[in-house]
């Protein structure tokens, strides 16, 4: 396990999430409790004062439950998830839902040995993206790889591929600067 995972875990929203991982690992709830939360995030993206209602100071954990316990009505939320937003809110962590949500994604990942790959490319196109992921499935043949997307005008061309500690850099700027290094080294 990687350094940053293992911090992580230990971070305060990491502890939130183990526990909320356990518990729903324990109910048999994991994928229900990933499915509420994508919910609640289209929510709190939706409706931007809710958002900022969570994340005010002001606002008292009594009101924030209150209102939780209405969503409740319209979401139908299962008990362990609600329950864990009125644990959260209680303990004035609301600021912190979305590190939590983040990492228990991580950890569900981790558990079923899904490694994440960010893709970075000067122009996304379905046709070079199903290129690079056969490519990246031959290089890692043991491991289940999820991939994420960011076009990053920069690279002129090509792509670079983060995954575990290893940058695969195949853009079209790399490239042209190892021939500038080459050039000047003869």
Not at 4 to 14: D, H, K, P, T, V
């Amino acid at each position: 396990m990687r350094v940053q995972e293992i911090q992580q875990r230990l971070s305060l929203a990491g502890r939130y999430a183990s526990a909320l991982y356990r518990e729903a690992e324990a109910k048999q709830e994991i994928s229900s409790i990933l499915n509420e939360i994508a919910e609640l995030k289209k929510l709190l993206i939706s409706a931007p004062k809710l958002a900022d209602l969570f994340k005010s100071q002001l606002v008292t954990p009594q009101t924030v439950i209150k209102i939780l316990l209405e969503i409740q009505e319209i979401a139908n939320f299962s008990e362990l998830f609600l329950n864990f937003l009125i644990t959260v809110t209680k303990n004035k962590r609301l600021k912190i839902l979305s590190e939590i949500f983040d990492i228990y994604a991580v950890t569900i990942d981790n558990a079923l040995n899904i490694v994440s790959v960010r893709i970075e490319m000067a122009k996304s196109s379905s046709a070079h993206a199903s290129t690079i992921e056969q490519m990246l499935e031959k290089k890692y043949p043991t491991q289940k790889l999820k991939y994420s997307y960011f076009e990053v005008p920069g690279l002129l061309g090509g792509f670079r591929a983060f995954i575990n500690e290893h940058c695969l850099d195949y853009s079209l700027i790399s490239r042209l600067n190892r021939l500038r290094y080459q050039l000047k080294e003869a």
